[in-house]
């Protein structure tokens, strides 16, 4: 009798311990999504990227860099080439606006213009300045695990909350379940139907963290031509002003 209660009392333990280590670790869809956010940008992240317009019959060039504080501050710049050279955009909160050196203007971007291209290219205002958006105007639920560029990864539906202001009524993300960086994304409209799908490669360590140095999006209905973005360097988690992020910044930046 004492063993059967020494045997009972241990495998009481066991199944205890089994259970608190699996509720411990357990992470939701949302928990998993806001981590993926947090390893792209940390809470301030600057890095130096080319991004190439690839057409069936050309291709277009341009240098950037770019700069975010938290999910609702962030610049991007372009350095090259010498036309497009000083053109800025800028996120601060909700308000989002571009700089336009050649006419020197500040244009705001309205709701209605964030599914327009970023500077003639596959990806969406959207896309480029309201990223963190993903976060906190979607809910999300996890629908299965797939294998993508070798890697294991969450296949997650973020459903848009309703009256959000975003492009995309739902966003299927792929998200490694090593690196919790996102390896694929599909952009999908109110109609349910898919129109363009980012697919992320060549993972290295910059900056002191992984991070996907190339991101290539496609879109749905021009298979024939897409828009990769390079990135060259990458720094994160420094001290950085909220007033770095102004509109007199965004005119007055220089590469």
């Given amino acids: 009798m004492r063993l059967w209660v020494m045997i009972k009392s241990l495998l009481s333990g066991m199944l205890l311990t089994v259970f608190v280590s699996g509720y411990v670790n357990a992470e939701t869809a949302s928990d998993i999504v806001d981590r993926s956010d947090e390893q792209m ?43 497009d050279k000083g053109s800025a955009s800028l996120k601060r909160q909700k308000e989002m606006w571009s700089w336009i050196p050649s006419i020197e ?8 213009m964030l599914s327009q ?7 969406t205002n959207d896309d480029l300045i309201n990223q963190s958006s993903i976060v906190v105007d979607y809910e999300h639920k996890l629908i299965k695990e797939e294998l993508f560029d070798n890697d294991n990864t969450w296949v997650i539906d973020a459903i848009a909350k309703p009256d959000a202001p975003v492009v995309w009524s739902k966003v299927r993300l792929w998200i490694s379940k090593q690196t919790y960086l996102q390896r694929k994304v599909e952009f999908i409209d109110e109609f349910d139907e ?24 496609i879109p749905a209905d021009k298979p024939d031509q897409r828009t990769e973005l390079i990135t060259h360097e990458a720094q994160f ?18 590469d």
């Fill in 117 to 123: 291209s970023w500077m003639g290219s596959d990806f």
């Fill in 105 to 112: 203007r500040v244009i705001k971007i309205a709701p209605s």
């Fill in 41 to 83: 940008r940390g809470d301030s992240s600057y890095s130096v990227a080319t991004m190439k317009i690839i057409r069936p019959d050309w291709t277009r060039t341009m240098s950037m860099k770019s700069w975010t504080k938290g999910q609702d501050l962030s610049l991007v710049l372009v350095t090259a080439p010498a036309k």
């Fill in 237 to 254: 988690n420094f001290d950085i002003g909220d007033d770095f992020f102004s509109q007199q910044q965004m005119k007055e930046l220089r």
């Fill in 194 to 217: 898919l129109v363009n799908t980012m697919e992320t490669y060549d993972v290295k360590e910059l900056g002191g963290r992984n991070i996907a140095t190339r991101m290539t999006m």
